[in-house]
């Protein structure tokens, strides 16, 4: 996605019953936010009064988690060398899904964000309703932690019905290279993993 591109966001007024960490979608209301914003991502990515929404999707097969560090290739430089179960990125234009009422609908506009991502990262063919939604993920330890609200999504391969060929060594095949060093992994192997987490991992590992 290009840096100046035009990307979905929420007054961060609007989630402040969000709190930070990761909140389960059952300890929350569903989503109704009043309005969505479409901005300039530059403007946003340092404007502490909106949160750009992010889909993270989580990839199960079985009882292990699609796990994966972020390569020097990849656009965010504070990431690079960290493992992370989440695959995802910012919710542009071509993304976006209009509600009845004339406004974007940020759950389906996530879903289709998600389809995209899975598509150019690592080949995946999906369907917005194979997703299951989670919850949230929030932070404020850094500048770009305020300016994001994650949209964990769950794709579980065994359930929805994937081919057993969607498997590791088709991730491998497929995954655009800033995703290096794919394996699955379960929860607990995470939780004592010698390999670095991004926080955001580390904050969804408590929603499975």
Known sequence: MS????????????VDTIPFGA???SELP?????????GPRPQLETDETFLQIIPYVL???GDEYLTYVRTPTGGETRLHGKASIGVGGHIDAEDFVWGTDGAIDVEQTARRGAQRELK???GIVSMRYDFQWLGFLRWDATPVDRVHLGLVFLLDLDKQGYHEGVNLEYFQAEAEHALGDLRMMSVEELRSTDLELETWTTLAL???
């Open 23 to 25: 909140t389960p979608l």
């Open 30 to 38: 569903l989503m109704e936010i009043p309005a969505a914003w479409a």
């Open 59 to 61: 990839i199960k097969r």
């Open 206 to 208: 408590d929603l499975l």
């Open 3 to 14: 840096k100046t591109a035009t990307i979905l966001a929420v007054k961060a007024s609007d």
């Open 120 to 122: 150019e990262e690592l």
